[in-house]
């Protein structure tokens, strides 16, 4: 893989994307509470923001929701695809609005994506769905426990 | 077998207001001195009750934490590996926090194994400028395991073929 170039970071735009990941405090001002840390003002970080995310260095600041807490339902789905199939395979997974994220890996289990619903119950039908469609097995990896903690990218 | 899911609380526990603020802050919020301001006037309720929820959400679970969302890939960490663990299940809660805690794993699960083909219950996501670095990381957490590390693969992105978010109707 090539080495690609590094963005165009200045120290402080690392300092706020290392720091913010952290976490904001869910207060009206958030932005002035975190400039505060950051030994910044409130404008600066506004305006260093919004310029990382129109850069599409930063996808969003926000709230990290868990979509199975919200009603709802998501599992990671895995298929062993033979690989002349997998461009006719991987678009009919990506056509299932249910699913989220589609990646092709480098392993016998080439395919892998996330199926994301609202109620609970569908996830089970989609994945049948896929099966069907396909005539492969859907290899269903639903997350038994969580241990995330790090969830931080230095840069 | 029962499912093995981890239990999700109760969809009562979100309300209809909760599934507005949901709707108005999924794909973040505005870049404003007040942002929840902002959500709290396209919610239509007080901003005091907005905060108050948002902190409820976040005590029960459904936030995570409010923070910055990176894009791994245009920060230049295109090597994402997912590395893949046959650990004993007796010691995999344990484990799977000592992985966790590594600055560079961004996701780490407990995932059920479908044997014979796929012997692997601990998933930890790895990100790296490079396949070497990646390399190198994955030597950190074989080292970290010792013996309890029983097999592990990792399964590098080839192609990015979808990506929608997770995301509620409004």
Redesign the interface.
Same mark, same amino acid.
């Given at each position: 893989m090539a080495v690609v170039p590094e963005p165009a970071l200045d120290a402080l735009d690392r300092r706020i994307i290392n720091r913010l990941q952290e976490g904001l405090p869910v207060v009206e001002r958030p932005f002035a509470a975190a400039a505060e840390a950051l030994g910044i003002d409130e404008g600066t970080l506004l305006e260093r923001l919004s310029r990382l995310r129109e850069a599409g260095l930063v996808d969003r600041v926000g709230p990290m929701y868990r979509a199975e807490a919200l009603g709802g339902d998501v599992t990671l789905a895995a298929m062993q695809v033979p690989p002349e199939r997998l461009e006719d395979v991987a678009a009919r997974v990506s056509a299932f609005p249910e699913v989220a994220h589609n990646y092709e890996r480098e392993h016998t289990f080439n395919l892998w994506f996330v199926v994301a619903v609202e109620r609970p119950e569908a996830v089970g039908r989609v994945l049948a769905a896929i099966e069907r469609e396909t005539g492969l097995r859907v290899y269903d990896f639903p997350k038994l426990q969580e241990f995330c903690l790090g969830l931080r990218l230095e840069v | 077998m029962n499912d093995?899911?981890?239990p999700?609380?109760p @969809?009562a526990?979100?309300d209809e207001i909760d599934?507005r603020i949901?709707v108005a802050?999924?794909?973040?919020?505005p870049?404003?001195?007040?942002?929840? @301001?902002e959500v709290a006037r396209q919610v239509g309720v007080p901003?005091a009750e907005v905060?108050r929820r948002?902190?409820r959400?976040?005590r029960?679970?459904?936030?995570? !934490?409010?923070?910055?969302?990176?894009?791994?890939y @245009?920060?230049?960490?295109?090597?994402n590996g997912?590395t893949v663990w046959d650990v004993p299940d007796e010691r995999?809660?344990e484990l799977? !926090?000592a992985?966790?805690?590594?600055?560079?794993?961004?996701?780490?699960?407990?995932?059920?194994r479908?044997l014979p083909?796929?012997p692997y219950n601990l998933?930890a996501m790895v990100?790296g400028?490079?396949?070497e670095e990646v390399e190198a990381k994955v030597a950190e957490i074989a080292a970290l395991l010792g013996e309890a590390d029983r097999g592990h693969?990792v399964?590098?992105?080839?192609?990015?073929?979808?990506?929608?978010?997770? !995301?509620? !109707?409004p």
């Open positions: - | 093995p899911r981890v999700a609380p @969809a526990a979100l599934r949901v802050t999924q794909a973040g919020l870049l404003v001195p007040e942002p929840w @301001a901003v905060l948002v902190r959400m976040q029960r679970g459904a936030v995570r !934490r409010v923070a910055l969302v990176p894009n791994h @245009a920060l230049g960490f295109r090597a997912m995999v809660a799977g !926090r992985v966790a805690a590594l600055p560079f794993v961004s996701h780490c699960y407990q995932r059920p479908h083909e796929w998933f990100h400028r490079t396949r693969a399964l590098y992105s080839r192609r990015l073929l979808k990506k929608t978010g997770l !995301r509620l !109707r």
